[in-house]
């Protein structure tokens, strides 16, 4: 998990305007700097402010046009940053802070994030409270009892609360070997990638439908049973190379009498004795009572009398011989359970005698699109409407992990029509994917059938692009309604879907591959959440792994990712790769 301090506690005071949060933070922050804590705080203002007094310097020239203003004197430094296009994150605000000169950090606002807190209550403000919904907060103080287990103070009791806030520092679980994880800390209503992963995959189960096919039919499927070898690989102990095979306690002679040739395929059945050679070919069978060869290129026969060259190396016993089970013993594991048939897989089984190889079925995937707008290629374009274009992307996707794929085509956008498409597709198929209609917007209705046929689990994954993520079931059957714009559907399909089919074919703990490279561009990214920029990855002339980015990063152009080999992964503390910064990559291996 990715960390933001790393021994600090942290705790946030959550309650509805008018409570008092500052005015008690106000009189509580002596007595705590009077108990010897170094203390922070930060606080969230749902309105514009302005810390600077007009006139005064930093003012004018922050409104002429600085979009960072940096002052300092001898007793304090302020910088005030303008943030026009989004507000700063919780974890890059955090990151912002000296926490070695920090015992504590005190929170103010922000009560829809995750993270410890103290509910402020006050009857007279007439609001609910906020833990029943809320798991982070870790205690209560208000004027009025609260029918809860946690612990319960006095709001007007300030010596209580501060205490309490004293207790939690010292008995706080943040120590230098137990950090607060960025993923902790996320807006109200959104998972991390992790979590969401996480959650989607304690629901997947491995399928565990066997079936025998052959060796032609098995390229790109998972085993289902190790395959042991029925036989020693090599067969019977054998030479590696041409040339002639003796005793190994027999190489002091000066020459030794050539008493037999046996080719590959054959076998030389007279027992070798001291002062004998056979002329021996790859791969041949070692004749009973020799265990070294001497290559052909060290030795001269003359007639039937053949002499080596000890000038071009020393002949040491057992040299240039392969030993019978030497790559794979009679009963041994050829290939485990859970591998996926690749070419190699493909030689090794055939290598064995063995034409037919147990599979997991195939996964059977049912996609379809949803939309008014879009239509099916070759037809011709209608008014204000756009070809469908995931529908062939998932198909590619699918096929090439090996899954057998049911095309429903393109549903109209009505309640009907989905329910009866999604009925449709959990009795044919595995795993349902649709895309296009997660935004919740007031013409999707994917969310309400599937509230009416099965369940959904969560809707919003704090991520980009692929944000907007439906994932339920149908009876049995998963389902996942992917965002509709192309490149969000890959970028889910990769961290969403893959990893579940993955778990259905019977590959519990599989994992993406990732690579370390160094950025030679910046790439930008949101602080607070996982960004996935499509990139491109090469050696450079010192041998580094490097990567930089297609350039524009709309998640409606396809084109970018066609342009990549990777995805660039900038986890959600990070403010923004710098030129020279190591980043996460995905290599993109999606192309048959």
Same mark, same amino acid.
């Given at each position: 998990m990715s960390q933001i301090n790393a021994s600090l506690p942290l705790l946030g005071f959550a309650a509805f305007s008018g409570t008092g949060k500052t005015t008690l933070l106000e009189a509580m922050l002596p007595k705590l700097v009077e108990r010897g804590l170094r203390v922070a705080v930060v606080k969230h203002a749902h309105h514009n402010f302005d810390i600077d007094q007009e006139g005064k310097d930093s003012y004018r020239l922050r409104k002429a046009g600085a979009s960072q203003m940096? @002052?300092?004197?001898?007793?304090?430094?302020?910088?005030?940053?303008?943030?026009?296009?989004?507000?700063?994150?919780?974890?890059?605000?955090?990151?912002?802070? $000296?926490?070695?000169?920090? $015992?504590? @950090?005190?929170?103010?606002?922000? +009560? +829809?994030? $995750?993270?410890? +807190?103290?509910?402020?209550?006050? +009857?007279e403000v007439g609001k609910p409270w906020l833990h029943p919904e809320d798991n982070n907060i870790i205690a209560i103080a208000a004027n009025i009892s609260a029918e809860s287990t946690l612990p319960q103070m006095d709001i007007n009791n300030l010596d209580q609360i501060t205490d309490f806030v004293i207790g939690y520092v010292k008995n706080s679980a943040f120590t230098e070997a137990q950090t607060l994880s960025c993923s902790d800390i996320n807006p109200a209503g959104m998972l991390s990638v992790a979590q969401g992963r996480e959650k989607i995959l304690e629901q997947i189960k491995p399928l565990h439908i066997s079936e025998s096919v052959s060796l032609h039919q098995a390229l790109g499927q998972i085993v289902a049973q190790d395959i042991l070898s029925p036989v020693n690989v090599p067969q019977h102990t054998n030479s590696a190379m041409d040339g002639y095979a003796i005793a190994g306690d027999d190489i002091g002679r000066d020459s030794y009498q050539v008493v037999g040739q046996v080719l590959a395929g054959h076998s030389y059945d007279e027992p070798l004795h001291h002062g004998e050679a056979v002329r021996i070919m790859t791969g041949a069978p070692i004749p009973q009572g020799a265990d070294t060869v001497i290559m052909r290129e060290q030795a001269t026969q003359q007639g039937d009398t053949v002499t080596f060259d000890k000038a071009m190396g020393n002949i040491k016993a057992g040299q240039n011989v392969r030993q019978a089970g030497e790559d794979l013993a009679l009963g041994q594991i050829a290939v485990a359970a859970g591998t996926t048939i690749t070419a190699p897989e493909l030689g090794v089984v055939a290598s064995l005698g063995i034409d037919k190889i147990i599979i997991n079925k195939p996964i059977r995937v049912a996609i379809f699109s949803t939309g008014d707008e879009v239509q099916q290629p070759g037809d011709a374009q209608k008014q204000n409407c756009i070809y469908d274009s995931n529908r062939y992307t998932l198909y590619a996707l699918l096929t090439h992990l090996g899954c057998e794929v049911v095309d429903l085509g393109i549903i109209d956008d009505n309640e009907a029509s989905l329910e009866k498409t999604l009925i449709q597709a959990s009795t044919k198929a595995d795993l349902i994917l649709s895309s296009g209609g997660v935004s919740v917007g007031d013409a999707d209705y994917i969310k309400s059938v599937l509230e009416k046929l099965g369940r959904i689990n969560f809707w919003r994954i704090n991520m980009r692009p692929g944000r907007p993520l439906a994932f339920g079931t149908i009876g049995n059957v998963p389902f996942f309604g992917l965002p509709g714009n192309p490149v969000a559907v890959i970028v889910a399909f990769l961290q969403f879907v893959e990893p579940a089919i993955r778990k259905q074919q019977g590959i519990i703990n599989w994992q993406p591959k990732t690579h370390q490279a160094i950025a030679i561009e910046k790439l930008r990214s949101r602080p607070g959440r996982t960004e996935y920029t499509r990139g491109i990855s090469s050696f450079d002339a010192n041998g580094r792994l490097v990567v930089k980015s297609t350039g524009s990063q709309g998640s409606g152009i396809l084109r970018s990712m066609s342009e990549a080999n990777c995805l660039i992964e900038i986890a959600p503390e990070q403010v923004n790769a710098e030129i020279g910064d190591k980043v996460t990559i995905i290599p993109l291996d999606i192309r048959m």
């Open positions: 940096l @002052i300092s004197s001898r007793y304090r430094r302020a910088l005030v940053t303008e943030t026009p296009e989004e507000e700063a994150q919780l974890p890059y605000l955090l990151n912002q802070l $000296d926490q070695t000169e920090l $015992d504590l @950090i005190l929170v103010e606002g922000f +009560k +829809k994030l $995750d993270f410890p +807190k103290i509910e402020l209550h006050r +009857k």
